[in-house]
């Protein structure tokens, strides 16, 4: 919104005011002016929460305060557009030089007064972090070939906006979250990825590792892969954490309003997927995204679901049939399923589905939903039916459908994937909706 | 009593720089540009009301719209959604009607 309204306003000379909850506002007068534009852009802030809202609500809304200035909100947009610039709305030309670079030590007396600074910074995710000290953060940057002062990324922050870090940064950040410099290649390909995904929503990121750095670091990919129970996947997990929090600037009611959040957020939900345990035919999913099976690869899920089998597998109901009933409760957009490999012997050694594909293939083809529920899902209305609405196909025709018409949300096999991870003492699995980014190579950052 | 320090401790958030220009450290320069011209007032003008898509946008536009029918009459209003995704600055053909009909636009909501 930010960047549109700027556009509309510079590049279309049309006075403007965008009227946006306090995350989008907080960003666009602070960060995005700061790292990105150097322009301010005119808002009112619109009451939390107005997603779902009844109209008497946000009419309230409308005859109550705007919450950037605390004027009457009606008020607040017509000086908006007719309120003469300012001096720095004024501003053409070439941009003032950056200041100074932030100080690269701290300066405190004691580690008590540091651990407070880093609470009171929003610099850990409140478990206690070990300092990076210069020596620690020497010792971590052993785990790569790359210089200190590289940059790993420019478009880094919340939003969008543009904060440069290097790689002693993300060194520094796998100190505090207790890494070895081993896992430092993973945390460095991670970083790499920023920006991760925020919404009011309870979004959620889950890293899946692939590849020989799996068991090369003692990654666990069996039992109790998802538990609190291995220190590569919990401490990398938490390292990205600290990322999206220190890097990334997510701060929660500054620059980040997820209502609920997610639990997920404390070490996002870092696994390696089994490789040993796939059988014939079922390839790592590394190597169905098109890598070597030689290539250690992380790739970055985003996403809400996460649906416990509870159970193990019924010999009266099969697999597939389970997951077909849960996955009707997805959105739609995607969906990954994490399963035991003791359920992948029943889908490949009795069901007969012979690679990962034939799976996703079933399910594409048997999961269904009423249309209404399927538009019902606020995601899927404000990120799908504009393309319908454009003419693209199925979602052109779905938005036609009366409410109580059947679809096939994953019309499209491909957005069903299948990650294989645990230790074989119970047929379990989750269904959920992550949907995955392309992947990073990891041995890039070795 | 506090444990004192033996060690330098490095800035987590130290960024090698911070540029209010915006080039994000890429080497390029950055031109600041102008706002445009408010306007002395809105009566009589065409705003547009741009719903972003966003859950909840468009019924506080409607809202939007109902005031200034009941409160600023001479206003006129005009209704439209942001043609592409939410999410993406994709929009450029609206912008352009905007330009060709309208004196000012309010874009909501997003949040």
Same mark, same amino acid.
């Given at each position: 919104?930010?960047?549109?309204?700027?556009?509309?306003?510079? !590049?279309?000379?049309?006075?403007?005011?965008?009227?946006?909850?306090?995350?989008?506002?907080?960003?666009?007068?602070?960060?995005?002016?700061?790292?990105?534009?150097?322009?301010?852009?005119?808002?009112?802030?619109?009451?939390?929460?107005?997603?779902?809202?009844?109209?008497?609500?946000?009419?309230?809304?409308?005859?109550?305060?705007?919450?950037?200035?605390?004027?009457?909100?009606?008020?607040?947009?017509?000086?908006? /557009?007719? %309120?003469?610039?300012?001096?720095?709305?004024?501003?053409?030309?070439?941009?003032?030089?950056?200041?100074?670079?932030?100080?690269?030590? /701290?300066?405190?007396?004691?580690? @008590?007064?540091?651990?407070?600074?880093?609470?009171?910074?929003?610099? !850990?995710?409140?478990?206690?972090?070990?300092?990076?000290?210069?020596?620690? =953060?020497?010792?971590? /940057?052993?785990?790569?070939?790359?210089?200190?002062?590289?940059?790993?990324?420019?478009?880094?922050?919340?939003?969008?906006?543009?904060?440069?870090?290097?790689? +002693?940064?993300?060194?520094?950040?796998?100190?505090?979250?207790?890494?070895?410099?081993?896992?430092?290649?993973?945390?460095?390909?991670?970083?790499?990825?920023?920006?991760?995904?925020?919404? !009011?929503?309870?979004?959620?990121?889950?890293?899946?590792?692939?590849?020989?750095?799996?068991?090369?670091?003692?990654?666990?990919?069996?039992?109790?892969?998802?538990?609190?129970?291995? +220190?590569?996947?919990?401490?990398?997990?938490?390292?990205?954490?600290?990322?999206?929090?220190?890097?990334?600037?997510?701060?929660?009611?500054?620059?980040?309003?997820?209502?609920?959040?997610?639990?997920?957020?404390? @070490?996002?939900?870092?696994?390696?997927?089994?490789?040993?345990?796939?059988?014939?035919?079922?390839?790592?999913?590394? =190597?169905?995204?098109?890598?070597?099976?030689?290539?250690?690869?992380?790739?970055?899920?985003?996403?809400?679901?996460?649906?416990?089998?509870?159970?193990?597998? +019924?010999?009266?109901?099969?697999?597939?049939?389970?997951?077909?009933?849960?996955?009707?409760? /997805?959105?739609?957009?995607?969906?990954?399923?994490?399963?035991?490999?003791?359920?992948?012997?029943?889908?490949?050694?009795?069901?007969?589905?012979?690679?990962?594909?034939?799976?996703?293939?079933?399910?594409?083809?048997?999961?269904?939903?009423?249309?209404?529920?399927?538009?019902?899902?606020?995601?899927?209305?404000?990120?799908?039916?504009?393309?319908?609405?454009?003419?693209?196909?199925?979602?052109?025709?779905?938005?036609?459908?009366?409410? $109580?018409?059947?679809? $096939?949300?994953?019309?499209?096999?491909?957005?069903?994937? !299948?990650?294989?991870?645990?230790? $074989?003492?119970?047929?379990?699995?989750?269904?959920?909706?992550?949907?995955?980014?392309?992947?990073?190579?990891?041995?890039?950052?070795? | 009593?506090?444990?004192?320090?033996?060690? %330098?401790?490095?800035?987590? +958030?130290?960024?090698?720089?911070?540029?209010?220009?915006?080039?994000?450290?890429?080497? $390029?320069?950055?031109?600041?540009?102008?706002?445009?011209?408010?306007?002395?007032?809105?009566?009589?003008?065409?705003?547009?009301?741009?719903?972003?898509?966003?859950?909840?946008?468009?019924?506080?536009?409607?809202?939007?719209?109902?005031?200034? %029918?009941?409160?600023?009459?001479?206003?006129?209003?005009?209704?439209?959604?942001?043609?592409?995704?939410?999410?993406? @600055?994709?929009?450029?053909?609206?912008? =352009?009607?905007?330009?060709?009909?309208?004196?000012?636009?309010?874009?909501?909501?997003?949040?």
């Amino acid at each position: 919104m930010s960047r549109e309204a700027g556009e509309i306003e510079q !590049t279309y000379h049309i006075p403007t005011v965008a009227a946006a909850g306090s995350n989008v506002v907080s960003f666009g007068i602070g960060p995005n002016v700061a790292y990105n534009t150097g322009m301010p852009i005119r808002y009112v802030g619109v009451p939390f929460p107005f997603s779902g809202q009844p109209r008497s609500v946000l009419k309230g809304y409308i005859e109550g305060k705007d919450t950037v200035s605390g004027r009457p909100m009606m008020q607040a947009i017509v000086d908006a /557009l007719t %309120a003469p610039l300012t001096t720095d709305e004024r501003l053409s030309g070439p941009a003032p030089d950056a200041p100074a670079a932030e100080p690269r030590i /701290l300066v405190a007396s004691s580690e @008590d007064d540091l651990q407070r600074l880093f609470r009171e910074k929003g610099w !850990t995710d409140y478990n206690p972090v070990i300092l990076p000290t210069q020596e620690r =953060v020497a010792a971590m /940057l052993r785990g790569t070939h790359h210089k200190p002062d590289e940059i790993v990324k420019s478009a880094a922050g919340t939003f969008g906006s543009r904060r440069p870090f290097t790689v +002693e940064k993300v060194a520094t950040l796998a100190v505090m979250a207790g890494a070895k410099p081993e896992y430092l290649p993973i945390i460095l390909a991670l970083a790499s990825r920023v920006p991760y995904q925020d919404s !009011t929503t309870s979004i959620a990121q889950m890293i899946v590792v692939n590849g020989p750095i799996r068991t090369k670091i003692g990654m666990n990919s069996g039992l109790g892969a998802l538990g609190p129970d291995n +220190e590569a996947n919990s401490v990398i997990g938490r390292a990205m954490t600290l990322i999206h929090k220190v890097i990334q600037g997510y701060q929660e009611g500054i620059t980040g309003f997820a209502s609920l959040s997610n639990p997920l957020r404390y @070490d996002n939900l870092c696994i390696a997927e089994n490789e040993e345990s796939l059988p014939d035919g079922w390839l790592p999913l590394h =190597v169905q995204m098109g890598y070597k099976p030689t290539d250690s690869v992380v790739t970055i899920f985003t996403g809400w679901n996460f649906i416990n089998s509870t159970g193990w597998v +019924e010999q009266h109901y099969a697999p597939q049939f389970l997951m077909r009933d849960y996955m009707s409760s /997805l959105s739609g957009m995607s969906a990954t399923l994490l399963m035991d490999p003791s359920v992948v012997d029943l889908l490949h050694g009795v069901q007969g589905f012979q690679t990962k594909a034939m799976l996703g293939d079933w399910l594409s083809q048997n999961v269904e939903k009423t249309a209404e529920s399927y538009w019902g899902n606020s995601i899927v209305s404000s990120m799908l039916a504009p393309l319908g609405r454009q003419g693209l196909e199925p979602y052109a025709s779905w938005l036609k459908l009366p409410d $109580k018409a059947m679809i $096939k949300p994953f019309a499209n096999a491909r957005n069903i994937r !299948t990650v294989v991870v645990g230790g $074989k003492t119970a047929s379990v699995w989750f269904a959920t909706d992550f949907m995955p980014d392309r992947g990073t190579l990891i041995d890039a950052w070795s | 009593m506090a444990t004192l320090l033996r060690s %330098a401790v490095l800035n987590p +958030e130290g960024y090698r720089t911070v540029r209010p220009a915006g080039d994000g450290g890429n080497g $390029k320069s950055h031109s600041f540009s102008s706002l445009a011209p408010r306007l002395d007032s809105i009566e009589g003008k065409t705003v547009y009301l741009i719903d972003t898509g966003f859950g909840g946008s468009g019924k506080f536009l409607d809202q939007l719209q109902a005031w200034f %029918a009941e409160r600023m009459p001479s206003v006129k209003t005009v209704r439209r959604r942001k043609t592409g995704n939410i999410f993406r @600055d994709d929009t450029k053909d609206l912008w =352009v009607e905007v330009k060709e009909r309208g004196q000012a636009a309010i874009l909501g909501v997003v949040g």
